[in-house]
């Protein structure tokens, strides 16, 4: 079966801080991929990235920053400097071939950035 | 590029009554899929398309809900009757293939409130 946990359920940050919101999954499969997703209060879910189970290599994109770690079965996400339009909900998803690649999300995190 | 059209927006019923969704993938994606999101919870899929064949429907309350693909393109998703633990936000999503290595963009969604 597969699993995201999401620990993190509120965060508040000060702007410009930096913060980084955790996420834990469970999988017996090999081929999988790990997806970030930002849910601002409009409601849509904007995708942020997309990393497959091959691919440990971290990522950094102008603010943004993942760090996926196969030991650990962590996919973190560091969002350095925060700005108030950060403010939204953020999810993990996983997908795999096995359980033809359907999204399993977290329960998300809300993020809080006070100007 | 136009993205996922959802209607309507927002949608308040009686228990018992029916309602209906639609969603306008993006141009050329095969993949559709609905997602109920609980508040306070991430997404769960409830019907996947590959076209206008069902790929999963393992967790769609059959006795209630139903949703159809026609012709591959625009879907409607039907509750009938209503409860009201159906109140939810109602995504629909679309992707180009079903494997994992591509990101699914949402709609904005269907706010369901059940009374």
């Known amino acids: 079966a597969q699993k995201v946990t999401q620990a993190q359920t509120e965060i508040s940050v000060v702007e410009k801080e930096d913060v980084t919101l955790d996420c834990v999954y469970e999988?017996?499969?090999?081929?999988?991929?790990l997806f970030w997703y930002k849910q601002p209060p409009s409601g849509e879910l904007v995708f942020l990235i997309r990393?497959?189970?091959?691919?440990?290599q971290n990522e950094i994109s102008g603010r943004y920053s993942w760090n996926f770690q196969k030991s650990t079965s962590s996919f973190n996400f560091t969002i350095t400097a925060s700005q108030v339009v950060d403010s939204a909900v953020y999810f993990c998803?996983?997908?795999?071939?096995?359980?033809?690649?359907?999204?399993?999300f977290g329960t998300g995190t809300s993020l809080t950035v006070i100007p | 590029e136009a993205g996922v059209a959802q209607s309507p927006r927002y949608k308040i019923i009686e228990k018992r009554q029916s309602v209906a969704f639609w969603c306008n993938p993006i141009?050329?994606?095969?993949?559709l899929y609905w997602y109920q999101q609980i508040l306070g919870q991430g997404p769960k899929l409830l019907i996947q398309?590959?076209?206008?064949?069902?790929?999963?429907d393992s967790q769609l309350p059959k006795d209630r809900f139903s949703a159809e693909r026609l012709k591959g393109v625009d879907s409607t998703l039907k509750i009938q009757p209503a409860k009201l633990e159906d109140s939810a936000v109602y995504l629909c999503?679309?992707?180009?293939?079903?494997?994992?290595?591509?990101?699914?963009?949402f709609g904005q969604g269907t706010r369901l409130t059940v009374v």
């Open positions: 999503a679309s992707s180009l293939w079903p494997t994992g290595d591509t990101e699914a963009f």
């Open positions: 999988t017996r499969d090999t081929t999988y991929y």
């Open positions: 990393r497959n189970s091959f691919d440990e």
């Open positions: 998803a996983l997908s795999a071939v096995n359980t033809g690649n359907q999204f399993y």
């Open positions: 141009s050329g994606h095969a993949t």
């Open positions: 398309f590959q076209n206008n064949g069902v790929v999963d």
